[in-house]
């Protein structure tokens, strides 16, 4: 079994999460609030970790899922994005 990854302080943001950030409206205090303070967090392969937590945004809730390889220091955020689908990728800890 692997090691849950751990909350992020600091961590570099790569040119395609930041494209996509501007792209789907994500703010950097949101990814930063994610990254140091996730609700869940998974490892998907060796290097690489899902980070996600429900935000609240005008008058819906919606999922931030953000991807970091964390075999790099700093990690390095590869995308972002938000759902509204959280039953879809909601999983408890």
Do not use: C
């Not at 945004?57 to 390095?76: C, G, M, N, S």
Request: proline residues 8%.
């Amino acid at each position: 079994m692997m090691a849950k990854p751990p909350p992020i302080q600091n961590y570099f943001l790569t040119e395609h999460a930041r494209f996509e950030m501007v792209r789907r409206q994500v703010s950097e205090s949101d990814v930063a609030r994610v990254l140091g303070a996730p609700e869940y967090t998974e490892l998907v392969r060796p290097g690489r970790a899902l980070y996600q937590a429900r935000l609240s945004h005008a008058t819906k809730t919606y999922l931030l899922r953000i991807f970091v390889d964390i075999d790099r220091e700093p990690p390095q955020v590869v995308t972002v994005y938000r759902t509204s689908k959280i039953a879809k990728y909601w999983r408890s800890e």
